[in-house]
């Protein structure tokens, strides 16, 4: 296994980290009530998904 060297510098590796950025998650809109939703996943005010109706959703929700 690679063993470095050096030790790296501080801003060196504060660099190669300005990198490691998070992407917002992508909402879509609900097909039925039009609200915001995380795609794949049940719609937090209605619970719908892929044309069905989930009561799971909306009690875990409240």
Known sequence: ???P???MSRSNTRARRSQWKATPATLSSCPQCKA???S???CRSCGAYDGRT???AIRSEA
């Open 1 to 3: 296994m690679a063993v």
């Open 5 to 7: 060297k050096r030790k």
């Open 36 to 38: 915001p939703r995380l």
């Open 40 to 42: 794949h996943q049940a």
């Open 54 to 56: 989930y009561s799971e």
